[in-house]
């Protein structure tokens, strides 16, 4: 506005505020009003704000107030001068939250009010940052491989989330934009510029700002791990056990504060007890009972146990399977097939002369496993075969030392057989015959019966299949005689002739055909809902 054009509506002002009612009535009209231009209807404000208000027709005064929630109304400024417009300074701090804004007339001619509603933010958004986890491992094997970084403003905010390592250097910023509840959650696989970050700590920073610009920052820190925990068993017994606690002596090092473990002790075939518990790493002990879920002792034989340990970034350590044998006397029990045992047969081949080796390779060729009954002097003659066999899979059980007929023997010369039977299968292979017996030529009685039950041989495997293949038949008959009379649930007595080496392939074929499926003893116990 001109110089003139402001002295000219400056003397009208003041003409109008010295001249009499009646004169100034003249000039008003009906529709006077008054309207707050600033700040806009609704608006948020914050710090020091400028009022701005507007009339229609001239007045003396405006009067302007301001109210917090349902307070009463406070007077905030008089303007009496409203040649360059009516205004008022408003410092809102400390304020925050619902306010009101009235602006009023004061003028003995015409009275008029405008109200404004909105809101006063002096306070930064109340801000929380979270890694969950706060420890990961993105080394992409399923587990913890990212964090979750969750912000949550509390209001409508604009989010980034920095982060930095330990050297003070910025890694990697996420800009996420305007989230209108304030809250946003992002997944991090713990990789900056398309390559992984080293291991360690860094420091996660979200930072928001609100609608009126306001800022907060919140810092948390998360851990990248990929290293695993190593965990080692310092001991374990007693070996062999008669059924007391079994004892683990452990040793675990890792950077977490808090571990995870778990102690697994299984047979041959399945697990059979778990225990988990936390602690710190370090050297520790632990014992679990040998007994099944039942509340029954575990039966005689051979167990492993392993000790796994997971880390608060999903990092497991695992220890080897260590091997441990439980002998006690549990009766003994003669079995010829098990019915129960569905589609399963065993394949059980005796006395390992002539081609034990051919017997492995047409048996690995098929990927079956089945159970070997050899003669403890025949283990100690081929260390190299015993402990391929156990390496291949298969199972094994006690075929008496010498392969004498043990009806003809005391309890005490059998017992001695077996006794020394099952400690050769422990020295080459760590594997024990135990609980499986198969007298030779299938001659028990009950003196035999007594002495494998005092050496842990709980089981004696008869058989109900026989194809006679001892007395030098072709290998296409042995075959036409197994899968003829195999059934449900079958053990299929074999020797480790050479024919019958080569009959395998086409056993293997027949029990197929039958809709039959070749395991080991223990699986076929199992099979029948046996231990």
Known sequence: MKWGARLAAGAMAACLILAP???????????????????????TVTGLVEVEASTSQPAQALLFEVAFG??????????TDGSDGWTAMWDTSPQSGPARLRASVQDPAWSGEALWNGRIDNEPPSTRVEAKPSAFSPNRDGRKDAT?????????????????????????????????????????????????????????VAITRDAVGLKSEVTTSVVIDTRKPR????????????????????????????????????????????????SAPGRGKTSIAPRY????????????????????????GRTPIRYWRLYRNAGAKVYTRLPRAGNKVAITLDDCLWDWAGALRALRSRGV?????????????????????????????SHGWDHALLTTLSESQVRDRLLKDRAVWWRYGSDTSVPYMRPPYGGYNQTVLSASAAT?????????????????????????????????????????????????????????????????IPRLFRAAGMH
């Open 21 to 43: 009612e009646s004169a100034r009535a003249g000039l008003l009209t009906e529709d006077a009003s008054i309207q707050i231009d600033s700040p806009a209807p609704g608006a």
């Open 369 to 397: 496993k089945a159970t070997f009954f050899c003669p403890g002097q025949v283990v100690n003659q081929r260390p190299d075969l015993a402990r391929r066999t156990l390496r291949d899979g298969h199972a094994i059980g």
């Open 70 to 79: 349902d307070e009463e109304w406070t007077p905030l400024n008089l303007d």
């Open 148 to 204: 979750r970084l969750v912000v949550a403003a509390g209001e409508g905010a604009e989010l980034q989330i920095e982060v930095w390592d330990r050297d003070g250097s910025l890694r990697r910023r996420f800009d996420l934009g305007w989230h209108a509840d304030g809250r946003t959650l992002l997944r991090w696989n713990g990789r900056a510029g398309g390559q992984p970050l080293h291991d360690g700590r860094y420091r996660i």
């Open 231 to 278: 965990v080692r068993i310092l001991g374990l017994g007693p070996d062999p056990s008669s059924g007391g606690l079994h004892r683990v002596r452990y040793r675990a090092r890792d950077r977490a504060n808090r571990m995870r473990f778990k102690l697994l002790v299984r047979d041959r075939a399945t697990a059979l007890r778990k225990k988990t518990w936390e």
């Open 456 to 520: 842990g041989h709980s089981r004696i495997i008869m058989w109900d299949v026989d194809p006679m293949d001892y007395t030098g038949l072709s290998a296409s008959a042995i075959t036409r005689r197994v899968v003829r009379n195999a059934r449900q649930g079958s053990i299929i007595l074999l020797h480790t002739k050479v024919t019958t080496a080569n009959a395998l392939p086409a056993i293997l074929d027949g029990l197929a055909r039958k809709g039959l499926e070749p395991v080991t």
């Open 293 to 316: 879920d039942s509340g029954a002792l575990f039966l005689p034989g051979r167990y492993g146990t392993t000790l796994t340990v997971a880390d608060d970034a999903g990092n497991v």
